[in-house]
């Protein structure tokens, strides 16, 4: 159900993209993103995003993004006093959904920028521990390369997506027990792309 809700929004906003292109203000943006976990929740994710935005004025503009996100992800690890450690990871088909504003520093046609985007992602796998599906935020800064048609840019981002994961003790002096370590796999972004 949630995968066919957000092919159909994805769908959706593309297809609107052309109708609205010619609006005064209007601005369409496709990125890459490709990111290292700076942490072991979480070794790395890539992906793509399409945002649909509106510009006011020659600085400031704001939007809706959505994504999809391939990641690596830690979700189960257990504490063997005999046996020693062991974790399972997956791999993950992430759909983030976004609020996205961005304030460009200069009107000139390099200019420096920042970004706040803050969502949710949905975790549309197999696994039946959805350990990324959550809240998440992540700033940007980078830099405009503007043409008189598109704009091309470069980006760094910290991304904070909030993880959980499973966590089981194994001892022969006390009873084994598990329980859930919540946190934030944090990952540090690079996203390039174009601007319409």
């Not at 790395?44 to 704001?62: A, E």
């Not at 046996?83 to 504003?101: C, Q, T």
């Not at 991304?159 to 194994?170: A, D, G, P, S």
């Amino acid at each position: 159900m949630k995968q066919r809700l957000f092919i159909l929004l994805l769908s959706s906003i593309l297809s609107i993209s052309g109708v609205f292109a010619q609006n005064s203000g209007y601005e369409l943006t496709v990125e890459g993103v490709g990111a290292i976990g700076v942490s072991n929740l979480s070794k790395y994710n890539v992906g793509v995003s399409v945002i649909n935005g509106f510009r006011f004025g020659t600085q400031l503009s704001v939007g809706l993004g959505v994504g999809f996100r391939y990641a690596e992800t830690l979700y189960y690890f257990s504490e063997d006093n005999t046996l020693g450690n062991y974790e399972s990871r997956d791999n993950k088909f992430l759909f983030p959904i976004f609020a996205h504003v961005k304030y460009n520093f200069t009107k000139g046609d390099i200019a420096p920028f920042i970004v706040g985007d803050i969502g949710y992602t949905f975790d549309l796998g197999k696994n039946p521990n959805k350990n990324l599906e959550a809240l998440f935020v992540e700033p940007v800064i980078g830099v405009d390369f503007k043409s008189p048609k598109t704009t091309w840019f470069i980006g760094l981002g910290a991304n904070v997506q909030q993880h959980h994961y499973t966590y089981f003790h194994i001892s022969d002096k006390v009873k084994s027990s598990d329980r859930t370590i919540k946190g934030v796999a944090p990952s540090l972004a690079l996203h390039f792309g174009v601007q319409f």
